[in-house]
């Protein structure tokens, strides 16, 4: 898996990127105390020159508790 693209504005997160058994990347982000409601943003399409799915997936950035 890799990434073409990140980007993060408003607490938002957007990534695009090609790799295998992207619907992985969902799971790990909601795993992450960081992030929350995670999911695809785009249909993923199959790019037959690499034989991955290319992905574009969006997540909120949870929020911190500063440190006391």
């Given at each position: 898996?890799?990434?073409?693209?990140?980007?993060?504005?408003?607490?938002?997160?957007?990534?695009?990127?090609?790799?295998?058994?992207?619907?992985?990347?969902?799971?790990?982000?909601?795993?992450?105390?960081?992030?929350?409601?995670?999911?695809?943003?785009a249909a993923t399409?199959?790019?037959?020159?690499?034989?991955?799915?290319?992905?574009?997936?969006?997540?909120?950035?949870?929020?911190?508790?500063?440190?006391?």
């Amino acid at each position: 898996t890799w990434l073409n693209s990140f980007e993060y504005s408003a607490s938002r997160i957007t990534i695009t990127g090609n790799g295998i058994n992207v619907t992985r990347l969902i799971n790990d982000l909601e795993a992450s105390p960081a992030f929350e409601s995670a999911g695809f943003s785009a249909a993923t399409q199959r790019d037959a020159a690499s034989g991955s799915d290319r992905f574009a997936i969006s997540a909120g950035v949870a929020a911190q508790e500063a440190a006391p």
